[in-house]
């Protein structure tokens, strides 16, 4: 049998998905954090992996899907939460734009499964099943030991629930909430997902109608999630839009790292904060660096994040800014406080070791 004759869409698939293999979880694994600070990686999105030194090994948001994949028949769900907050009708063409980073199901140890909110972009059923059928554990504060847990408000509960994650295993968070686990401690905050409030249960013609009703229940929607750790205090803010009540948390708590959901809104959506607003965001939690994340991940909503330098070289000084924003990329780490005074991230380029060995060319001057 040739190589053409035996190669098939599957063996392709097989062969190439997920893009970064078992890499970034090997990584992960061999990873040994030092005393005093928190190894953070970026698995997209608003994807998030924690590893202390104490050993805790917390995900926020880990996701393993994508968006469209088919023109289909063109058209937007009615009652989708996009087509209720601007009356648009037309499919979003929102693809994803960014590889898949991390393998679900070759994850070996995680202490915590959490969610922010129960968009389809901020959990997944993926790695629940992993999790479950793994019969991973980790250990409680008093050292016992447990299943994983899983961790969010109560929407998102409901959906692992509906996916077959046992009741006993999800933990339903609210807002001043705070669970210990290992050498860290989770302290549930206000979401300010306003995109999450206009979200029905129901989609098509039978879907709720929101006109005229005053929304009450985002603590049951959507949460933010403030992770104190050796290294320092991280403040996951999900997919909040800008509030002035950042600058709440900012009083209440003492935040190093704030993570913040970027993007470039199109024409007649706002769901995601602008460069103005991740700068605004930072000014308010007081936080050491801000680092904008989410606008990787949908083709309809990439963002340049050198807007954000531009605006940020603009005000600092007058506005005498205590932060600076940090450029990440998917897939890299980012450990704190080690790297705070780093300005942007570069994936490792490798040939450390050039000239070590003996090279094979025919002369120097093809160098
Ligand atoms: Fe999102």
């Known amino acids: 049998m040739s190589k053409v004759s035996e190669m098939t869409r599957e063996s392709w698939i097989m062969s ?88 679900p199901f070759a994850i070996k140890q995680v202490d915590a499964v959490l969610a922010t909110h129960y968009h389809q972009d901020h959990m997944s059923a993926e790695y629940a099943a992993h999790v479950i059928q793994s019969k991973m554990t980790t250990v409680d504060d008093n050292g016992k030991e447990i299943p994983v847990p899983f961790i969010g408000p109560k929407k998102s509960v409901e959906l692992w629930v509906k996916w077959g994650v046992p009741e006993e295993r999800c933990i339903t968070v609210r807002p001043g909430d705070t669970i210990k686990m290992k050498d860290v401690e989770i302290v549930v905050l206000d979401s300010f997902d306003r995109t999450c409030l206009v979200t029905t249960d129901s989609t098509g013609p039978d879907r ?124 890299g780490k980012y450990v704190y406080p080690t790297d705070k005074d780093k300005k942007a991230y570069h994936h490792r380029r490798g040939f450390e070791d050039c000239f070590e060995a003996p090279q094979n060319i025919p002369f120097r001057s093809c160098l």
């Open 208 to 331: 709720e109608e929101l006109t005229g009703i005053c929304p009450t229940d985002m603590d049951d929607k959507a949460v933010n999630y403030l992770i104190k750790t050796p290294g320092g205090n991280i403040y996951h803010s999900g997919d909040s839009h800008y509030s002035i009540y950042f600058a709440k948390h900012g009083k209440d708590y003492d935040v190093d790292v704030a993570f913040g959901s970027y993007g470039e809104n199109p024409v007649g959506m706002a769901d995601k904060m602008t460069s103005c607003d991740i700068l605004r965001m930072a000014e308010a939690l007081r936080c050491k660096v801000v680092i904008p994340i989410h606008y990787d991940v949908w083709t309809n909503f990439m963002a340049d994040v050198n807007e954000i330098r531009v605006l940020y070289d603009m005000k600092k000084d007058r506005l005498d800014y205590k932060f600076h924003p940090f450029f990440w990329e998917v897939g």
């Open 16 to 103: 190439t998905f997920p893009e970064w293999g078992t890499w970034l979880n090997e990584e992960i694994e061999n990873e040994e954090v030092k005393p005093g600070t928190v190894a953070m990686w970026w698995l997209g999105c608003t994807g998030m992996w924690f590893k202390t030194p104490g050993g805790c090994n917390l995900t926020i948001d880990l996701w393993c899907g994508n968006g469209k994949r088919t023109h289909g028949n063109g058209k937007m769900a009615v009652g989708h939460q996009m087509a209720n907050m601007c009356g648009a009708r037309a499919m979003q063409p929102n693809l994803r734009a960014v590889p898949f980073v991390i393998d």
